[in-house]
């Protein structure tokens, strides 16, 4: 129990650091999760350090600038920066040697077979026994990076315990502790969290990482380390569940001379159903949604069973960009030769991520069947160009409008929906695929353009 806790003698060294208001956290991993999690710390008026090996990252975020594009974010980190309660080094060691609790939130990315890279877990856990065994005190250390089950326990714990002589749960406490934020939304997600999930096995582990959520009003779950870790893949295979479910009845209310928007609207009524996430598209993307499905089902055959559900989410995810081309072909015919637009190339708007971006297949299907492309993002084409330097870019979504035979909009930025008469007029042959539902259909017609939206049934006809 929580106040028997804090009548132990290790408790009450954590609770009267926790009464003087400032705790050191250091956060190994200065990316999109590591520096949410950090400024929230800070703006908590935590002393935050944050460790990243890659030294550009390091002087960027000690100049209170973000590495990546998350405006409300990075106003709080210069904040931060400036009171003081944030720094960023490159000495892991000796940020986490100095801290009260060290968060581990490095990147997992997807290995071509689907497993995670681990790699970068097991680098940051080295560095932080390290810095276990040069301590007396009795450190707090957060597994934030998303591992598949049984990780933290497999892996992290026992190079934790073996490279700093001390044993989890006794010399140092040990937590899981899944984030759940969203990019472009990234400290509001962290500040406002749906649910803080503490994965413990031990009863002061839990108690240490929930007394520093304390100021953090959501509701707290409580679980063992591996649950932790599997509540993540949950969440998340079934948010993408969900939009893949919303592509495939929106492609057969295509089919049927259907518009899916009232479809699925109606059907997110259901409170067993539920209104979010339900937008048909090219497709789910970004650094979570498809790694995490994939990693989920290498680790459930490693197990022997067969994720049937999985299987098929990725299938349909795959050919959904696909949609987009064929929609566009009934109504301009063979591609080859013909001038497209590509608007968006980030995963979604707002961002300048292109990691699983719809984009990348999308492109290249094109032009596998001859379409001359000419894109545009707002913010994500210096990153597009490095996975894609031989296509055209144009400088405005309007010039990339101009003089072409079909239009694709592949992701959600709100600018797009200001495109109107000027734009759409100056296309060669006016048909827009709008493949996020996100233009004013009235609006892009009125401009004399052709409007079809992905999953509208009345392009069908
Ligand atoms: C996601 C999860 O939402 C978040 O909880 C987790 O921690 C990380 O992964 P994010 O990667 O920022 O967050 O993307 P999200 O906003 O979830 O969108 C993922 C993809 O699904 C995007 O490509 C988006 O365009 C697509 N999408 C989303 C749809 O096609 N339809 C929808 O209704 C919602």
Not at 105 to 118: A, E, F, M, N, R
Not at 139 to 162: C, F, G, H, N
Not at 190 to 195: G, I, L, V
Not at 279 to 304: H, I, N, T, W, Y
Request: hydrophobic share 40%; aromatic share 4%; glycine share 10%.
């Amino acid at each position: 129990m929580v106040s028997g806790m804090a009548q132990t003698a290790r408790g009450r060294v954590i609770d009267s650091l926790a009464v003087q208001g400032t705790m050191k956290i250091c956060i190994v991993g200065a990316g999109y999760v590591g520096l949410a999690t950090g400024v929230m710390f800070a703006k908590l008026g935590n002393e935050v350090t944050c460790a990243d090996i890659d030294e550009s990252r390091v002087r960027s975020v000690s100049s209170g600038m973000l590495p990546f594009h998350e405006p409300a974010l990075e106003k709080e980190l210069a904040k931060a920066v400036k009171s003081g309660n944030i720094k960023a080094t490159v000495k892991t060691v000796d940020a986490a040697k100095g801290s009260h609790a060290v968060f581990i939130c490095v990147q997992t990315p997807s290995l071509p077979s689907g497993k995670i890279d681990i790699r970068p877990v097991k680098t940051a856990s080295r560095a932080v026994a390290r810095a276990i065994r040069g301590s007396d005190d009795h450190k707090l250390i957060v597994m934030k990076s998303t591992v598949v089950p049984t990780t933290t326990d497999a892996v992290v714990r026992p190079l934790l315990e073996r490279l700093s002589g001390k044993l989890a749960g006794r010399d140092f406490s040990l937590c899981m502790n899944p984030e759940f934020l969203q990019e472009g939304s990234a400290l509001n997600d962290s500040m406002k969290p749906s649910r803080i999930v503490i994965g413990a096995d031990d009863k002061r582990s839990g108690y240490e990482l929930a007394r520093l959520y304390r100021q953090v009003k959501a509701p707290i779950v409580r679980t063992d380390i591996r649950s932790a870790e599997m509540i993540k893949y949950a969440s998340n295979v079934f948010l993408a569940t969900k939009i893949t479910y919303a592509n495939e009845i929106a492609n057969i209310c295509a089919r049927l001379g259907i518009d899916s928007e009232p479809v699925l609207a109606a059907a997110g009524m259901d409170p067993r159903i539920g209104s979010l996430f339900l937008k048909p598209g090219l497709g789910f993307g970004g650094s979570c949604l498809p790694k995490d499905v994939k990693a989920l089902r290498d680790g459930a055959l490693r197990e022997g069973y067969k994720p049937r559900l999985l299987t098929a989410l990725l299938a349909t995810n795959d050919s959904q960009p696909n949609e987009a081309i064929r929609m566009l072909e009934k109504s301009i015919g063979d591609l080859r030769g013909k001038k497209i637009a590509v608007l968006g190339l980030a995963f979604k708007g707002g961002v300048d991520d292109i990691r699983e971006t719809r984009a990348l297949p999308l492109v290249t299907s094109l032009l596998a069947k001859g379409a001359l492309v000419t894109a545009f993002d707002p913010m994500a084409m210096p990153n597009f160009i490095r996975i894609m330097p031989t296509i055209r870019y144009a400088e405005s979504a309007g010039d990339c409008l101009k003089g072409s035979d079909g239009c694709i909009v592949q992701a959600d930025w709100p600018e797009f929906k200001r495109l109107g008469k000027k734009e759409f007029s100056s296309m060669r042959r006016p048909v827009v695929v709008d493949g996020r539902r996100c233009l004013d259909p009235r609006k892009v017609r009125a401009s004399g353009a052709t409007y079809l939206g992905i999953g509208y049934g009345l392009a069908e006809r």
